[in-house]
């Protein structure tokens, strides 16, 4: 079984995106029929997100801890639980592609980085705020970003790497580097495609929509 985890936080007017591509990543003809679990890690949310969730054939984990970390690392409890043997993490704000889960597995390694690609980019994010960020960001094959919404990861890699961390931001780099230190094999690849939004609004202090705040302020 292979798990997708996608922790959220208010998240009412992204979600549906979010789990109709899910889905849509689950059912994908080269899996061969393995069954995908999809979780929502419905962390402290007072909108009507876990309405949405519901009407969607997803699972759905409710958890009062404001925490990003932990709620990835609650959620993939569950997973591993149910007998996963791999955990493609995203992002409630985020839509992977079509051949999201089969791009990763096909890359052959414990954990798989991807790159996310920004959809529509935010009104205060200038054409030089743009040209910043596509200055220093690397989409391609060997690049080295860790986003929570584009990474996979083996079951017994998880486990050996202690899993996740109960961190407010950061969680993904956490991991990525204890599984760097259990000598881990980690693609960093370009393949698996995910798009992100630009909002900067970010439910995680330290995580990409602060990121991209930055670029406006140094301009």
């Given amino acids: 079984m292979i798990g997708i985890l996608i922790?959220?936080?208010?998240?009412?007017?992204?979600?549906?995106?979010?789990?109709?591509?899910?889905?849509?990543?689950?059912?994908?003809?080269?899996?061969?029929g393995e069954r995908v679990d999809v979780l929502v890690v419905l962390d402290s949310c007072t909108d009507r997100s876990e309405q949405i969730v519901s009407k969607y054939p997803v699972l759905s984990l409710n958890i009062k801890a404001r925490n990003v970390g932990q709620a990835r690392a609650t959620g993939a409890r569950m997973l591993?639980?149910?007998?996963?043997?791999?955990?493609?993490?995203?992002?409630?704000?985020?839509?992977?592609?079509?051949?999201?889960?089969?791009?990763?597995?096909?890359?052959?390694?414990?954990?798989?980085?991807?790159?996310?690609?920004?959809?529509?980019?935010?009104?205060?994010?200038?054409?030089a705020a743009?040209?910043?960020?596509?200055?220093?960001?690397?989409?391609?094959?060997?690049?080295?970003?860790i986003h929570g919404a584009n990474l996979g990861i083996s079951a017994d890699a998880y486990r050996l790497a202690g899993g996740f961390e109960p961190l407010a931001c950061d969680e993904d780099v956490q991991l990525v580097r204890q599984l760097e230190l259990t000598g881990a094999n980690i693609a960093w690849s370009h393949r698996p495609l995910v798009h992100?939004?630009?909002?900067?609004?970010?439910?995680?202090?330290?995580?990409f929509g602060d990121y991209l705040r930055n670029l406006v302020q140094i301009g």
Avoid: F
């Fill in 130 to 145: 743009q040209i910043r960020y596509h200055s220093h960001y690397r989409a391609c094959e060997g690049h080295r970003h």
């Fill in 80 to 127: 591993l639980e149910r007998g996963a043997r791999w955990i493609s993490c995203s992002d409630a704000d985020s839509r992977v592609a079509d051949d999201w889960l089969v791009a990763q597995l096909g890359l052959g390694a414990d954990a798989v980085c991807g790159t996310v690609t920004v959809e529509r980019w935010h009104e205060s994010l200038d054409e």
């Fill in 196 to 207: 992100t939004s630009a909002r900067l609004d970010s439910r995680a202090r330290g995580g």
């Fill in 7 to 32: 922790p959220a936080h208010n998240e009412e007017g992204l979600l549906d995106e979010c789990l109709s591509a899910a889905l849509r990543a689950s059912k994908h003809g080269l899996l061969a």
